[in-house]
């Protein structure tokens, strides 16, 4: 049972690049989640999903984009990567109902630094 | 003011010893409250929730003050693994997941 699992765990990319995260669960979860951690800044949501194919934005969704094709999976885009967006990204999901909607279980996070 | 504070120490303390953690929220809807640790360069993982009568699991008790809006996590016969970063997490109103508002952590080292 692999729990979330995400790739890649280390990139580095050049100002204007592209790249996608990917996360998978399975969990058989409803909801997925893409948080980013920053020094002093703590985690913050870019972008959510409450089920297949549909998405939402978080807090900070400037400048990446989603998709959830698969209930299984969650796609993070950066379509042109800024040095703002260097960061530890966390993917995350839980149950849709009740109270296990609020525990999440995060993937081991991807380090992307962006030159 | 922060919609969570937590004292980001860090609580340096030996093995063995008792230490408590605080955390206060701004939100006095918020209605669901969760402890998670963070381990150095790692994901954060579920320690406890938090109920309104205050719960307990092993060496870990949280309470929770609604009327002063903090949370609280005592850690009893501190062990060196539980050296880590501790999470604070409340939900926005109707406990609404999505919007988890998390603590920027408080920084705990266990020494032998």
């Known amino acids: 049972n692999a729990g979330v699992t995400q790739t890649p765990k280390f990139r580095v990319l050049k100002t204007g690049q592209s790249m996608t995260l990917l996360c998978a669960q399975d969990?058989?979860?409803?909801?997925m989640y893409w948080y980013r951690q920053d020094p002093g800044m703590g985690l913050r949501l870019i972008h959510y999903?409450?089920?297949?194919?549909?998405?939402a934005k978080g807090e900070v969704p400037d400048g990446y984009n989603v998709s959830r094709l698969k209930k299984q999976n969650f796609l993070l885009g950066l379509e042109s990567a800024a040095p703002s967006q260097t960061s530890v990204y966390f993917c995350?999901?839980?149950?849709?109902?009740?109270?296990?909607?609020?525990?999440?279980?995060f993937g081991a996070g991807s380090r992307l630094t962006v030159l | 003011r922060k919609e969570v504070e937590q004292d980001p120490g860090p609580f340096n303390v030996p093995e063995g010893a008792t230490v408590a953690f605080n955390c206060t929220y701004s939100?006095?809807?918020?209605?669901?409250f969760f402890w998670y640790r963070q381990d150095c360069r790692k994901e954060p993982k579920l320690l406890m929730s938090?109920?309104?009568?205050?719960n307990e699991d092993g060496r870990f008790t949280a309470q929770l003050n609604r009327a002063s809006q903090y949370i609280s996590l005592l850690i009893r016969d501190s062990k060196l693994s539980d050296s880590a970063t501790y999470l604070c997490?409340?939900?926005?109103?109707?406990?609404?997941?999505?919007?988890?508002?998390w603590g920027l952590g408080t920084s705990l080292a266990v020494n032998p």
């Open positions: 995350a999901s839980s149950y849709g109902r009740s109270s296990g909607a609020n525990v999440l279980t």
């Open positions: 939100n006095s809807a918020s209605q669901s």
């Open positions: 999903s409450v089920g297949e194919g549909t998405t």
């Open positions: 969990m058989n979860h409803e909801y």
């Open positions: 997490v409340v939900t926005d109103n109707a406990g609404n997941n999505r919007k988890l508002i």
């Open positions: 938090v109920y309104s009568s205050g």
